[in-house]
């Protein structure tokens, strides 16, 4: 979660959707998620539980009008070989 949280603050898109796991990858939009990364200005990760498969979290960011906002998830990976994956999100 940190390496996708990181790519999120400099941009890297293309880490972001090689990170999607296989299955998922193809649903998932380049030009929105460059969007999402850019439009705002990461600020801090905070990481609540973390299991095997799972990480809650928060992200905070100031969207475009400078408001802080907060983006809470409870994200599932897969592991395919040494990588894992992002799956989905909740």
């Given at each position: 979660m940190r390496a996708r949280y990181s790519a999120f603050v400099v941009g890297n898109i293309d880490f972001l959707y090689n990170t999607f796991h296989p299955t998922t990858r193809r649903f998932q939009n380049k030009n929105a998620i460059e969007q999402w990364a850019k439009e705002n200005k990461w600020m801090q990760l905070s990481i609540l539980k973390a299991t095997f498969s799972t990480v809650e979290f928060e992200a905070h960011y100031l969207d475009?009008?400078?408001e802080?906002?907060?983006h809470y998830?409870?994200?599932t990976f897969k592991q395919q070989g040494n990588l894992w994956y992002y799956v989905d999100g909740r």
């Amino acid at each position: 979660m940190r390496a996708r949280y990181s790519a999120f603050v400099v941009g890297n898109i293309d880490f972001l959707y090689n990170t999607f796991h296989p299955t998922t990858r193809r649903f998932q939009n380049k030009n929105a998620i460059e969007q999402w990364a850019k439009e705002n200005k990461w600020m801090q990760l905070s990481i609540l539980k973390a299991t095997f498969s799972t990480v809650e979290f928060e992200a905070h960011y100031l969207d475009a009008t400078m408001e802080v906002q907060i983006h809470y998830e409870k994200s599932t990976f897969k592991q395919q070989g040494n990588l894992w994956y992002y799956v989905d999100g909740r």
